[in-house]
């Protein structure tokens, strides 16, 4: 998915600054889940962020052309692992890998609950096919 960089991004040492990074990865991970789990997603799950990790390789200047990739590598019971990676379109080269541990949750009680049946059906894991290439 193209990630849409802006000038009020850029920080002074003239790059993305790093917290951008997260949002970027943020507005892509829920295009995903309404384009694999439905567009109506969000009325029937609610998700929580329980760990995040980033590792930034390269900077990303502006105006460079940002795409980010997700898929979901990891299903558990009640939590599932999403990959991320910004890559430089003209360059291919990856600028920063994220993981990231989501929780699905009640959002009347907070509670943590099973994936539903639904969403695990529609997923199609990777696990380790997209960190090799």
């Not at 991004?9 to 295009?31: A, E, P, R």
């Not at 692992?81 to 989501?102: F, L, P, W």
């Not at 009680?109 to 380790?128: F, G």
Request: net charge neutral.
């Amino acid at each position: 998915m193209p990630a849409q960089l802006r000038f009020s991004d850029v920080d002074s040492f003239g790059h993305i600054n790093n917290s951008i990074y997260f949002s970027l990865f943020d507005m892509c991970k829920t295009q995903y889940f309404m384009n694999v789990w439905g567009k109506d997603v969000f009325k029937k799950i609610s998700t929580v962020i329980v760990n995040i990790e980033a590792k930034f390789l390269s900077p990303i200047y502006y105006p460079d052309e940002i795409d980010i990739q997700t898929a979901i590598t990891k299903m558990g019971n009640k939590s599932f692992t999403v990959y991320q990676r910004a890559i430089n379109r003209r360059t291919k080269s990856i600028k920063c890998e994220c993981e990231t541990v989501m929780v699905a949750v009640d959002a009347q009680n907070s509670n943590a609950i099973r994936i539903p049946d639904e969403y695990r059906k529609l997923t199609q894991c990777v696990e380790d096919d997209i960190m090799a290439s």
